[in-house]
């Protein structure tokens, strides 16, 4: 709690804040040469989301940027290196949503495109809708031109270690998933997701959320992340993106929850994020998890209640933060 | 707008008050004989709303078994009667809340039960998720004892009308579904849902959405009505169910908005409602529908943007109202 970052608000400019999941590994499996690992993922993903903005680009072309870095990476529970469902293959979800127009797109169930968020983003570009699922969102893909992928591309032996990590807990009646005693395997499982919230140049405030949901998962679950209002909200007053348990992001429709604070309750950013993330959710011991948010004069937030959270920031001068406890 | 329902705030103690959608018929096609079937319809499902509470039933009991009755009504968009997709299937979508505990359950893209409410209740009652799609959630009612239905079950003559002549609009370029000239067709299209909120003499606020989804709908659309915060809120304030244009009641997060105005700035449901649905909602012109709602004071809101809205409500003493237009 020494760590003024936690205490006073940061003020980026034009920038990007980006998380990669609550789901941290416990201290004695993140050795430096893993941290380190993470640590660079998330900086390639701050740098390429600067580069995006510095160079032109909008707001929505960063945050696209940004969360694809992670995508590519295994070390995250997305894209490549998703968590695996009760049968084995990757069910992807992801969401986006531009803070003026309240333009939206999202995709849930998804098994076969590299990068989900491009495909959210074609959602909100060149459809009707808002929300797209299962083989009728792979269907717009290939409409988008967007390539379909094998199982193959997508599998890492580490997820299909979890698999049946989780498998086994389930077997032995351990997994409890909807009670107040969840350990931290069960974070893990559930918790890993990738965001980020750019603000560009001209004022534009966007988020955006990508997940390859919670190991084990079953009957078609669909979390928080692309939910619009649960996982993803970008609004009058800042843009979030979530990531936690996420039956209680939707519960409690944490990302337009803060909007609606900001904007009901005249708070800033900072308190909505607190009253949200240490308050509402904490009170329900289970709903743990994160955010990171910003606003629209770059003020940027990272908070969680969890032991951590893969997190960072780049401000408008290319200064990089990234942390994961 | 003499109608004093409309001027005050109506009060029903426990209660129920429901919603068949926005998608009225125009006059000339609303025969004597039509509108009659509409409003019997509407007393039914109330009177068995009613019932379920008086007898000693939760508000969860009253909203389930309200809302059977339409879905069971081939009047309806949803259950029997539901919309056809543009492969020529039901998709239907389903959702309930708890207000005091937020609890909730949700599925969305199901095409074979009978009841998408019941399945919703499952979710809610039966499964440490809130939202499951498609096949996942169809398995999981087998699971719960719910028996599958084939296509034919569901069809009706009026529905693949309607999908024909929308298919025929879509060939001459005429459906222009994310654009502020809507024609009647489209709102009808689109606009079919069918909710309940109900308050029990123990306090509890439920409210719930089942639709059969918008007519020739592609590539696995998800609309608001299964999305928590967006088609169905009950929170610490009020419950709402929602019915119109979905993509804009997930961008606006129609229900959550209405319960987070009462809670944050104080104001009573009827400016709650009237803000969102008259105000926010009117301001996109596309943002078309309506909403019912009730808070822990037993007091209801019918508010909607639209032609017509088919609705009632019941009061602690039987007494029934019902309303088209």
Redesign the interface.
């Known amino acids: 709690m020494a760590d003024p970052e936690k205490v006073h608000a940061v003020r980026v400019g034009w920038g990007l804040v980006i998380h990669g999941g609550v789901g941290v590994l416990p201290p004695e499996q993140l050795t430096p040469a893993v941290d380190g690992a993470y640590r660079d993922a998330l900086t390639e993903s701050l740098s390429r989301g600067f580069e995006t903005l510095s160079g032109g680009g909008s707001a929505t072309d960063g945050v696209v940027e940004a969360i694809k870095v992670m995508e590519d990476s295994p070390l995250f529970n997305v894209g490549r290196g998703s968590n695996l469902t009760s049968d084995g293959l990757v069910s992807m979800d992801a969401s986006i949503?531009e803070g003026g127009t309240?333009?939206?797109g999202a995709v849930?169930?998804v098994r076969d495109v590299r990068h989900p968020i491009r495909l959210a983003r074609h959602v909100m570009d060149d459809?009707?809708?808002?929300?797209?699922?299962?083989?009728?969102?792979e269907?717009?893909a290939r409409e988008m031109g967007m390539a379909s992928h094998e199982p193959d591309f997508f599998f890492t032996q580490r997820r299909w270690d979890d698999l049946q990590a989780a498998k086994a807990r389930e077997a032995q009646g351990e997994a409890k998933?909807?009670t107040v005693d969840a350990g931290d395997e069960e974070i893990r499982d559930r918790a890993g997701t990738v965001g980020a919230v750019a603000l560009d140049r001209e004022g534009l405030l966007v988020a955006g959320t990508s997940t390859g949901g919670s190991a084990n998962?079953?009957?078609?679950?669909?979390?928080d992340s692309p939910?619009?209002?649960?996982g993803t909200?970008a609004g009058s007053h800042c843009g979030v993106s979530c990531t936690g348990w996420?039956?209680y992001f939707?519960?409690?429709?944490v990302a337009?929850?803060i909007q609606?604070?900001m904007a009901?309750?005249g708070v800033t950013l900072k308190e909505a994020t607190e009253q949200v993330v240490l308050g509402t959710l904490e009170d329900?011991r289970a709903g743990l998890g994160g955010v990171v948010a910003m606003d629209r004069q770059g003020y940027v937030e990272m908070c969680f209640n969890t032991r951590g959270m893969y997190r960072g920031w780049v401000d408008e001068v290319g200064r990089v933060r990234v942390a994961i406890f």
């Open positions: 949503m309240l333009s939206a849930a169930g459809c009707p809708h808002v929300l797209l699922a299962g083989e009728g969102a269907a717009f998933p909807n998962k079953k009957w078609g679950r669909i979390g939910i619009v209002a649960a909200y996420g039956e939707i519960r409690h429709a337009h929850d609606a604070r009901y309750l329900h």
